[in-house]
């Protein structure tokens, strides 16, 4: 049976491997990732600056290393989403990426402890809400996405026994999930773990 933050502990045991100097810490790192469907690959790199003919096979793993060397961006494609990672996607860049019918899914954390998820639609934030504190939502619908939360656990808890407290790393696990139910692929294979492709940036 997996634990409760399997899919937290797999995206740190992933990102920050044997080798690198980084502490491993999602938030320290500041880590961010987005998820769109609804634009092809080539427009996506003009807007996010990635330069298509430096594509290379890489997995998830490799992407700190090589962000630190030459500042490239992990891009995954699976079932009709693009993911870019480092994403960079504050609410409002989140949002402006959904103008045009588009459908935008993001996860970042901040150096303050904090983690934000966000999901807009068509130029319109639908829902936002940090996994720690998801009762206080904000957006166009904040409970859009209610009816694919069934079994997941957010937020920090300070009530009830040790079974029913609720960590940090559990709530980040449950964003991730989140994704993965929405995008109708699995978190770990379909995208952690698999191997898709680097970009470096675009000459400026």
Known sequence: ???????????????????????????????????IKGADLDTLATEWHMDPTT????HLSEILDRNIDDGSN???????????????ADGERLRAA??????????????TGHEHFEYARDGRMVAS??????DQRYGEDPHALDHLMAGLRFQLSE???????????ES??????LIGRHTGTDIATDWIQARHSAFRPAAQ
């Open 129 to 134: 809400f940090e996994p720690t504190f998801p």
């Open 98 to 111: 959904s103008e045009g019918g588009r459908e935008v899914l993001g996860i970042r954390m901040d150096i």
């Open 55 to 58: 594509r290379t096979p890489c």
């Open 74 to 88: 992990w891009v995954a494609e699976v079932n009709g989403w693009i993911a870019i990672v480092p994403g960079h």
């Open 172 to 177: 980040v696990s449950s964003a991730l999930a």
């Open 159 to 169: 009530e009830g026994g040790p079974d029913d407290r609720v960590e940090q790393d």
């Open 1 to 35: 049976m997996r634990s409760r933050t399997h899919l937290h502990d797999l995206l740190v045991s992933t990102i920050f491997t044997e080798g690198l100097d980084a502490e491993p810490d999602l938030w320290a790192l500041g880590f961010s990732a987005i998820w």
